[in-house]
């Protein structure tokens, strides 16, 4: 280390040539605001010297491009990307993105701790900063079946790891506010340490109550009211934009000088398709942009208030002493990425060739049998019933009461008010649950979809106008090892395997992206607007959103945190 500070005074005192000099660039101060044509010195993975003249061994000509520091994903489960964590990073690094902070809990609800030591290993092979936190809910919730369980004794080993900062979203926070031992439990592991939050719609003295707990941030904000409150209380606010939860715009307005220490941007769930299309925390900065939010305080809240707000206080700067993660741009206005540097590493496409990522895992976690027609009868009292309601653009769904054909004691699917029947399938070989329930929203007049990917316990959700094309489109998914599988007529439409662990691909990121575009055009053929009908399928599975949910133990009224007869 003495051999580094002595290099590292002598590149910035300008007595030896620099590692890394990155000539006249405009460098856009996050704490003044203002903008300074300059030279940029870097001796290995820092920062050393602002200013003209200094040489360089190897000297990058920014030609007065505009230089900000590395965006930071505040929130993100990597496996939503459904390629590795390594192809993740070849995709999103590029475009900006020097620092992750991972929830792995996808991962970890499919295959425990072996998912969350696969994680790590495949941090420690990136050249993009991956923090991994440990994951706080896993299973989310009692209310369903999760392959996996980690408590407070099995995250305790891991604290010390170099990426780890902390524990991953508090997903369940009815357990927070019932007092439950297990959920405490992890709490009081982490006080004197960081705490991720996840609190939708969360208010008053429940939120005082959660905050109490020291949870420090928050993801799941989708309304200004609430946002303000949260802010006003001290909590950091994680503005998203991912896939289907796009909660920029409702947002915006709360990204201020007055508050953007206090807010950051993240994914959380954005697949290859949005990635190739829009972007990263780039899109978030340029759409920020947009909506009205000051240049300033969209880049301060992409980097520096990001940084601090995890306690990450060597990066989110371009200035001495600061982590060499820079980004040029050719426009501030649209974040047009022009080059990236990440700890003093020039990103090129030669730097993702030929690495060797770990093995994969948990290619067997479809532990289950094949299924019949008849599981997916749903015998009723009457016609009148629970109905969730799909709200585009948005995770939350709503409770509706319908009445739909009934006969035999059985309740159907009417496709021509657009409802069908919504299945969740248990798939980790513990007891085979299947439950069954119906919804309102996809637009799918005939045929089946069917995903291995269920948040967030990950058993397979299926949703169809027939039962025989459910069974159809999981047998399938079963035979593939996982993934999306679309069916119509007892024909397979199209299909994307997902072998690791029932989430991930091994191949590369641009044949998914492929992949999945064909699949988004069958899916639209059957009749859908929905953008991503597999994301929001996923998302039904998920007992900590509100309102109605269905899991493999049957539905959920997750304002009342209690299952209910469908």
């Known amino acids: 280390m003495n051999e580094f500070l002595e290099a590292c005074i002598d590149q910035a005192l300008g007595t030896t040539p620099a590692d890394l000099v990155i000539r006249d660039a405009d460098v856009f101060n996050l704490v003044t605001g203002t903008r300074t044509r300059t030279d940029i010195a870097i001796c290995g993975d820092r920062i050393v010297g602002i200013g003209a003249g200094y040489q360089g061994r190897r000297v990058i000509a920014a030609a007065g491009r505009i230089a900000v520091p590395g965006f930071i994903d505040t929130h993100v489960h990597c496996e939503s990307s459904l390629v590795t964590p390594m192809e993740f990073e070849a995709c999103v690094l590029p475009r900006g993105t020097t620092t992750a902070v991972c929830d792995p809990h996808e991962i970890c609800n499919v295959l425990g701790t072996g998912g969350l030591d696969y994680m790590l290993d495949c941090a420690s092979r990136m050249v993009m900063d991956l923090r991994v936190q440990l994951s706080s809910c896993v299973p989310a919730t ?47 592991l982490f006080q004197s340490g960081h705490i991720d939050g996840h609190a939708p719609l969360l208010r008053g003295r429940a939120l005082n109550a959660y905050l109490a707990c020291r949870v420090r941030n928050d993801h799941e904000t989708t309304g200004l009211d609430e946002a303000l409150e949260k802010l006003e209380k001290g909590m950091h606010l994680l503005i998203r934009e991912g896939t289907i939860c796009k909660d920029l715009a409702a947002l915006a307005p709360a990204l201020t000088a007055e508050t953007s220490l206090l807010c950051s941007f993240c994914t ?49 700067l371009i200035a001495p002493g600061q982590r060499a993660d820079i980004v040029l741009l050719d426009d501030l206005e649209t974040c047009a990425v022009a080059q990236v540097i990440a700890r003093g590493i020039v990103v090129e496409p030669a730097l993702f060739a030929g690495r060797s990522p770990p093995a994969p895992i948990g290619l067997d976690s479809m532990r289950r049998a094949p299924v019949a027609t008849a599981d997916f009868r749903a015998p009723t009292a009457g016609p009148a019933g629970p109905v969730i309601g799909i709200i585009p653009g948005r995770i939350v769904t709503e409770f509706l009461t319908m009445d739909l054909p009934w006969s035999d004691g059985l309740r159907h699917p009417d496709p021509a008010r657009d409802v069908l029947k919504v299945a969740v399938i248990e798939r980790h070989g513990v007891n085979g649950n299947i439950a069954c329930g119906f919804v309102r929203g996809f637009g799918i007049t005939a045929g089946a979809l069917a995903s291995s990917v269920g948040h967030d316990s990950h058993n397979i959700c299926a949703v169809g106008a027939s039962d025989a094309d459910m069974a159809c489109a999981v047998n399938h998914l079963l035979d593939q090892g996982g993934g999306f ?75 009342r945190f209690a299952l209910i007869t469908g």
């Open 268 to 316: 959380d769930d954005r697949n290859p398709l949005d990635i190739f299309e829009e972007g990263h925390i780039d899109h978030l900065i340029r759409r920020s942009i947009a909506l009205g939010v000051a240049p300033l305080h969209a880049y301060r809240a992409a980097s520096f208030s990001a940084a601090r707000g995890f306690g990450m206080t060597d990066r989110g």
């Open 142 to 188: 009692m209310l369903e079946t999760a392959g996996a369980r980690m408590d407070a004794a099995d995250l305790a080993p891991y604290r010390a790891e170099g990426q780890v900062i902390g524990l991953a979203e508090m997903m369940n926070f009815p357990g927070l506010l019932a007092k439950d031992p297990v959920v405490l439990d992890k709490l009081a």
């Open 485 to 559: 599988v679309a069916v119509r007529d007892g024909v397979v439409l199209g299909a994307l395997a997902l072998p690791m662990a029932g989430l991930i691909s091994l191949e590369p990121f641009d044949v998914v992206r492929a992949s999945l575009e064909a699949l988004r055009t069958v899916v639209r053929g059957m009749g859908t607007s929905l953008p991503e009908p597999f994301l929001q399928l996923a998302f039904l599975a998920l007992p900590v959103i509100p309102h109605l949910k269905i899991t493999d133990r049957g539905l959920v009224d997750v304002d």
